[in-house]
């Protein structure tokens, strides 16, 4: 299984000239959410509420409004997919990783994608998945801050054009800015970053791109489960 994934990425890295671009985001909203809502979630819906599901979801809304961030390359064409299937890159007891694929994530209500994403992650921990868990990805998010990683800079998931990676949130003092003046205080933060393939994705699709999902992640207001 090493050896293949050395190879994916080495034919990754052979094949896309990657660039990286980084934002930050105030993940402050949401974390209060989620402190205030997860016991309460998990005794209605029976799961645990992850940060994941609420980062698919953010993802998948932003890759709506950029269909360009959704395509594949075959040879000299560019595919733009009709489906919004986030991977999510997963870690394995062995320590390797794999990528199960959340199909249509953009259809699905932040009760769907929890249940989705702990389903795959059980799945894959234990050895379960099935061949078509792992197929049909068209853009990937790794959470790279569940290692205690400030940030990263992933490699593209053939033949996807795009990889987006989390970084850990942690509690800073920020510059508020407030019609009163700006002030100091502390939020919890967090750095995105994604990797592109630069035949496709220009730097400013690449840097709108990865500022709307850190928007959308900055703008969460809450769900209804």
Do not use: C
């Not at 890759?63 to 360009?68: A, E, G, R, W």
Request: net charge positive; glycine share 8%; no cysteine.
């Amino acid at each position: 299984m090493r050896q293949m994934i050395a190879d994916h990425m080495v034919y990754s890295k052979h094949t896309s000239p990657h660039v990286t671009a980084y934002v930050e985001a105030d993940m402050t909203n949401m974390v209060n959410w989620r402190n205030a809502n997860k016991v309460a979630f998990q005794k209605k819906h029976g799961e645990k509420l992850t940060f994941t599901p609420l980062f698919v979801e953010a993802v998948a809304k932003a890759v709506k409004d950029f269909p360009m961030i959704n395509v594949s390359v075959d040879g000299r064409n560019i595919i733009v997919k009709e489906h919004i299937n986030i991977g999510m890159a997963t870690a394995l007891p062995s320590g390797n990783l794999i990528v199960p694929v959340i199909k249509n994530a953009d259809q699905l209500n932040i009760t769907g994608l929890t249940k989705h994403v702990n389903n795959l992650a059980d799945a894959a921990r234990n050895g379960k998945l099935k061949a078509d868990d792992t197929q049909g990805g068209t853009f990937t998010f790794t959470n790279v801050g569940t290692f205690g990683s400030l940030m990263g800079t992933p490699i593209i998931n053939q033949p996807q054009v795009a990889i987006m990676a989390a970084g850990i949130i942690k509690k800073r003092p920020v510059v508020i800015e407030t019609e009163q003046g700006d002030s100091i205080a502390i939020r919890h933060m967090m750095y995105l970053s994604m990797s592109y393939d630069h035949r496709i994705i220009d730097g400013s699709l690449g840097a709108t791109f990865v500022t709307a999902v850190a928007k959308e992640l900055e703008n969460f207001k809450g769900v209804e489960f």
